[in-house]
């Protein structure tokens, strides 16, 4: 009994899926279509020779395997690439499924070049050069880009493009750092900067996931040739995150392709990734070499100066207004990830603003805690003694005593003070960690230093000196 071919094929497919990972599976098996089955040999469809090759290559195990399971030891497998010129690419139901998967991470001008056939669609017909879709994010610009000892000469150079992009020895521009260091940002302020600035310029930003996406896609719909050449239209072509580009070797090649034509003509190329050129791993020695070729620049960690500045221009946008103490505590306490610091900043304006919550460094410190994994800042009762009796040269269990020695009540109330302000601590629980005492002793100290530091500018000082003590020595 001769099995149909589409049903041979569906079966196939169900132990496939079961093989290979969601990804690959819609990406290298969905859009091939069984055609014809001749005693064990089965024929199917796949959209172009590059695929014929790819699933030559990754997965013939896979298919092997369960087409003998179908058809027996004598199993055959023949392909069929649907030709070039066959309209049925673009208007086949095959076609509207392939285009279905995963879409819309494909650019909007590569699946115009396929399915209205525009040869160069970052141009559309009828409107001029500067409808070309930049992608850019209008919020990434450098007047919002805090300059800092980090990223000076990042940002020098990337003015030095902005104003004459494809005319300085920065080309490539490539930016490197850590995650969270104003890579992203500092590359598209340049392009915002090219596109507000004179002249008919176009600016094309893409992360190289979507590079990866289109090409994928151009592949599968036979037209990586057009992809190529619609890079021919772009005067700065901006690729964020090449690190991602790491093993995958047609990715790599149709890049080469495009950085040649867009580098030859004097165009810029602006490029980031976590790693300097010499340092990415699984990159051709050929890319690597022309990364080289212009500026690589670094972006480091902020300093605590960099970071408070950063930090107040993002609260001071949203209209918050943040004691200095509870801005360093925040900036001592994250170092190395201007996106954290923005996190805890967005916290802390949606506590204070929605929630009407106190902005102290309580406050703060609960955000972090949510926002920062492992993080370990938690102020303790213990830590503030430990402060201040460092500071007032006074063994702890002196401030616990029934004393009324001057310079012991001041240390004492200090001590219980700090507690109230920077600890999540019951006026009970304080009150019990200094020798027993009751809530309302607490609720009096409190009091009489908040006077103290009201009148007494020397007091004042003291007490802001004890907080960032203990907010630095959170910091490990
Ligand atoms: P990366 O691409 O290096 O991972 P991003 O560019 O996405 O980092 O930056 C993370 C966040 O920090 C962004 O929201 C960005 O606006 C902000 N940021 C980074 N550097 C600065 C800076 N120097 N001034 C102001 N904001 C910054
Ligand atoms: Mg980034």
């Known amino acids: 009994m001769q099995k149909d071919y589409s049903s041979v094929w569906d079966s196939c497919l169900h132990k496939i899926r079961n093989s290979v990972n969601e990804q690959s599976f819609k990406t290298w098996f969905e859009p091939i279509r069984p055609v014809k089955l001749d005693g064990s040999a089965l024929t199917i469809q796949v959209p172009n020779k590059f695929f014929y090759e790819w699933l030559e290559e990754h997965y013939i195990t896979n298919l092997k395997e369960s087409i003998r399971e179908e058809l027996g030891p004598k199993a055959r497998l023949e392909y069929q690439i649907r030709l070039e010129a066959d309209n049925t690419i673009n208007k086949s139901a095959g076609h509207h499924q392939i285009g279905g998967q995963g879409n819309e991470k494909v650019s909007p001008a590569v699946k115009r070049l396929v399915s209205q056939g525009i040869r160069n669609p970052f141009v559309i017909p009828g409107i001029k050069k500067d409808a070309i879709e930049s992608q850019l994010n209008k919020t990434y610009r450098f007047d919002n880009f805090i300059e800092g000892d980090c990223n000076r000469l990042a940002r020098a150079a990337g003015e030095a493009v902005a104003n004459n992009p494809g005319r300085t020895a920065f080309n490539p521009l490539f930016l490197f750092g850590a995650v969270g260091l104003g890579k992203t940002h500092l590359a598209q302020a340049i392009g915002n900067a090219i596109v507000d600035g004179p002249g008919d310029v176009s600016v094309r930003y893409m992360t190289t996931e979507k590079f990866t996406n289109d090409l994928i896609y151009a592949i599968k719909n036979n037209v990586v040739g057009d992809l190529v050449n619609m890079y021919q239209n772009v005067d700065v072509l901006i690729v964020d995150d090449i690190q991602f580009l790491a093993n995958r070797q047609k990715t790599q090649e149709i890049f080469y392709n495009i950085f040649n034509q867009i580098h030859q003509n004097g165009k810029q190329v602006i490029l980031t990734s976590d790693k300097p050129p010499k340092d990415l791993p699984g990159i051709e020695e050929r890319l690597i070499s022309r990364f080289k070729w212009g500026l690589s620049a670094d972006l480091q960690a902020p300093d605590l100066e960099t970071r408070i500045a950063i930090l107040e221009c993002k609260l001071d946008d949203a209209g918050l207004k ?155």
Not at 430 to 438: A, Y
Request: proline share 1%; hydrophobic share 35%.
């Open 322 to 476: 943040a004691p200095r103490s509870v801005v360093e505590y925040i900036c001592f306490n994250i170092q190395n990830n201007i996106r954290e610091l923005e996190g805890v900043a967005a916290g802390l304006i949606a506590h204070s603003q929605l929630a009407n919550r106190v902005v102290d460094e309580r406050l703060a410190q609960e955000v972090i805690q949510n926002f920062v994994r492992n993080a370990s800042l938690e102020i303790t009762i213990d830590k503030i003694k430990r402060h201040v009796s460092e500071y007032y040269d006074l063994p702890i269990e002196r401030m616990k005593s029934k004393t009324r020695k001057r310079e012991v009540v001041v240390a004492r109330q200090t001590a219980m003070y700090l507690c109230k302000s920077m600890t999540k601590q019951s006026l009970k629980s304080i009150g019990d960690e200094f020798g027993g005492r009751d809530h309302s002793t607490v609720i009096y100290s409190c009091n009489a230093v908040q006077d103290l530091i009201d009148t007494d500018s020397s007091y004042r000082e003291t007490v802001s000196e004890l907080r960032k003590k203990i907010n630095m020595s959170m910091a490990g």
